[in-house]
């Protein structure tokens, strides 16, 4: 497998701070080739042998806007067993509506945008429904759970200029955790 040539942007690039714009239909065979190259990106990063190749950290998903073009688009890798996965493409994505329970990843949140280790937790709905684009600009609604709800806010949160560090309170990194569930 080669690794496809995308630079991700680090957290001190002001770029990741730009609020998205909404995506036109049509898309550029420019917007289709970077969507295919972050898919294949994520993949090769979650597959330990090449992980270890190519020196990646893993990660799940990936904006647009990670990659310096601030447009509504994101992606999700999901390895649903070794080494098989399930790929999800949103575009122009919302949240439409969205649990009371909230839950946190145990081990803290990573995105491959910040390239160190934090401490905290990010509160985040349990289950949420979401409506969005495909590749040809036809609409579809999906309904996510857990490690996928997680992924998709975290994804949305960038469309909107979001880091998950800028939602764990520095003063109390654990604050609230007893009215959350850790998965």
Not at 39 to 56: D, G, P
Not at 74 to 96: A, G, S, T, W
Not at 136 to 141: I, K, L, Q, S, V
Request: aromatic share 8%; glycine share 4%.
């Amino acid at each position: 497998m080669k690794l496809p040539d995308i630079k991700i942007l680090d957290e001190k690039d002001k770029r990741l701070r730009l609020v998205s714009k909404e995506v036109t239909f049509p898309l550029s065979n420019e917007d289709k080739k970077n969507i295919n190259d972050m898919l294949e990106y994520l993949k090769i990063s979650q597959m330990e042998e090449w992980r270890e190749k190519y020196n990646l950290r893993a990660g799940m998903g990936l904006s647009y806007v990670q990659i310096g073009i601030p447009k509504r688009i994101f992606v999700v890798v999901d390895e649903v067993e070794e080494n098989e996965f399930e790929n999800y493409i949103l575009i122009n994505p919302k949240i439409v509506s969205n649990s009371e329970e909230l839950i946190y990843v145990g081990e803290g949140e990573g995105c491959l945008s910040v390239n160190r280790e934090i401490e905290g937790i990010v509160p985040r709905y349990a289950r949420i429904t979401v409506t969005a684009q495909d590749v040809e600009g036809n609409p579809f609604t999906i309904r996510v759970r857990e490690d996928l709800a997680i992924a998709f806010q975290h994804e949305i949160d960038h469309l909107n200029g979001i880091l998950f560090i800028d939602k764990i309170d520095p003063k109390n990194p654990y604050k609230n955790a007893n009215k959350m569930r850790e998965i």
